[in-house]
């Protein structure tokens, strides 16, 4: 995959490579008395993009600062956790260095301001706390501005995000809170322009559009001799809660007179859906609606929305066979769902993915279970007349399904350490494939270390 580790210099634009950011403060143009701006984008852009473009614009047409742009851009269509993430970071570090270096040749970091977006925004704090942290605090950048820094995979355990603690001044604007953005306060200051969420004033509602358009084609098709007792829909992740809005406007819309047979949820999206001000899937959505929940309070929803739903492994982070890493973790556990669902379907296991009702993870532990008949199937031949919360263990590796032995509790081999049950992890698999270059590249990561001119005291 291509990847870009350039400066870009403005206003005619010249290139520099990040190894050679100290010929920047050396070219006749850069004046040492004014502020410099070091802007960052986000995921999925270059600085070329128009709202990069209006930002750098905006600078240059002041005049008074020096302005410089960073193209960390990964690539087409990069994986968020498996190259972003990955990618920020070690471009954080070196970007970090390379500033020292810059600061050893004259560059005043005083009158250094970082700007960053989403997840430029994140590489900006990353940047600050590895200089403060390299030069024992006596090396510190004035300003930090962060534009809706991003939200997935930070403030958890495992990935540091920005903070108040990360730059002298640090100021964030919030505008998608909850969602792709941070939906609190982390830096010095902190607005929230519109309450900080979206829709932002003048936004397209585009899941809404979408569900909605959805609606009247099945209306429609309706018309035409589509049977909704016949209907399921099938949602994984934001998927998910399109198909309850979806059940939701069509018995609006008819008057409860049709209403969606059967809704299953995959893993329901929980990152703004948690705000009252949005709906979240629901069991009224459907005359049926069975969830599996994989990667709870993270990316997926952490409790009981559906008229069943399923916790297989207590239903959160870390799914058996996923690597405990700070990038996949999560978005193995997240994809866990429809890897379940997908094994139901084809049916070529001579073991299904049997529950047992609990009350709890830990009642499913100790083995307290609920009612005379407290078994159900998760996945497609889930029994319509179950309800309530169900219990189960998988296998690390397909087949995941354990049959009746999945329904009492196996002790994991160690505190904290992925869930190792069943066969080993197959070659094959994708979420295992993509463990093995993640953990790789982690254990190099771990290996930089920054020049001797960290050392330099100042």
Known sequence: MKRRNNFRSFRKPKYYLLRNGVKIIQHKKFDKSKTTMLYIHGFLVDTRASYNKVVINAYQSRQDHNVIALDWSVGPKPSYFNDSIPHMEKTGTLVAEVLMQMSVAGLDLDKLHIVGHSLGAQMAGLIGRIIKQSMHGKLVIKRISGLDPAYPGFYGEEIQGLSSADAEFVDIIHTDGGFLGVPGSIGTADFFPNGGNAPQPGCWKTPVITGASVVEALLQMHDAGLDFTKLHLVGHSLGAQMAGLIGRTIKEKTGQVLSIKRITALDPAFPGFHRKDIKSLNRDDADFVDVIHTDGGYFGEPGPTGTVDFFPNSGHAPQPGCLNTPVL??????????????????????????????????????????????????????????????????????????????????????????????????????????????????????????????????
């Open 329 to 458: 973790i999560h978005a193995c556990g997240h994809s866990r769902a429809w890897w379940y669902w997908a094994e139901s379907v084809a049916d070529k296991n001579i073991n299904k993915f049997v529950a047992v009702k609990a009350g709890s993870w830990e009642n499913f532990k100790s083995n307290q279970v609920e009612g005379s008949n407290p078994f159900s199937f998760m996945g497609l031949n889930c029994q319509t007349e179950s309800s309530g919360t169900y219990y189960l263990q998988t296998n690390g590796s397909t087949p995941f399904a354990r049959g009746d032995q999945g329904t009492s509790y196996q002790q994991v081999r160690e505190e904290g350490a992925p869930i190792d049950l069943g066969p080993a992890a197959d070659e094959n698999n994708l979420d295992f494939r993509k463990g093995k270059e993640l953990l790789k590249y982690w254990k190099i990561l771990k290996k930089i270390k920054l020049p001797e001119l960290a050392k330099t005291k100042f």
